[in-house]
């Protein structure tokens, strides 16, 4: 069983559309988990990180952590074009101790 | 500049080939690292330099041979690869340090991707 799975799509959706994007995980010591988003030809930027459970909201974002279930969220809401990129999760202790999800690619269709 | 610089951005080697991969950070960090990334498989953590010093060595190949001459700059050498080497190599740094080397943000490159023919 891999650590951290994420369905790798592809997702596609209209524009406007509220996207959830999901990874479940196998490692109940997992204190951070974080979101990063990367568009095509480039690095993945860091877009929200929650620690441990909860909900955290940034703008149209927000990510939920639920640790009994080993599952974490992230929903865009009134999704724009602009948004479609590759969503990685990513989970562990902090930058130095992170396993990474496949990757979501998800596409908003205008 | 700012951020994480990666050269070059495209690199297309042949197996006997020998080249190296560079990274420059402008956001004064002390950590380092050097990702995989492959079609349809998560980022693999390759290395991690903290001050300098490997403290990170994830059973990685020995024909990818990495290299911080200081905490701004690291290298990734390349000899004898494999066509299933060929991946996005990125790499990026954190706010680490000896005593907590765990901080949230890495802050990655654009990458290099690389091509073994």
């Known amino acids: 069983q891999k650590e951290v799975e994420q369905d790798p799509g592809p997702l596609s959706v209209p524009e406007g559309a509220i996207v959830s994007l999901n990874c479940t995980y196998s490692n109940s010591a997992f204190q951070y988990f974080m979101w990063y988003r990367q568009y095509s030809r480039k690095g993945p930027e860091l877009l929200m990180y929650t620690y441990s459970s909860g909900n955290k909201e940034d703008g149209r974002f927000t990510a939920q952590v639920d640790k009994s279930s080993k599952y974490i969220s992230l929903f865009i809401r009134d999704s724009q074009p602009s948004d479609s990129a590759t969503y990685l999760c990513a989970m562990g202790w902090g930058a130095q101790k992170l396993v990474f999800g496949q990757g979501t690619r998800l596409t908003i269709n205008p | 500049e700012t951020g994480v610089t990666q050269t070059p951005r495209h690199l297309v080697m042949g197996m006997t080939n020998k080249k190296s991969l560079k990274c420059e950070q402008h956001l004064g960090h002390n950590a380092m690292y050097w990702y995989k990334q492959s079609a349809k498989k998560p980022l693999e953590l390759m290395f991690v330099?903290?001050?300098?010093?490997?403290?990170e060595n994830n059973s990685v190949p020995s024909r990818f041979s990495p290299e911080c001459p200081n905490s701004s700059h690291l290298f990734l050498h390349l000899h004898t690869l494999q066509p299933e080497d060929s991946a996005l190599y990125l790499c990026a740094s954190s706010q680490g340090n000896r005593a907590s080397p765990s901080n949230t943000e890495a802050f990655f490159g654009q990458g290099t991707r690389l091509t073994v023919v």
């Open positions: 330099y903290n001050f300098k010093e490997q403290t």
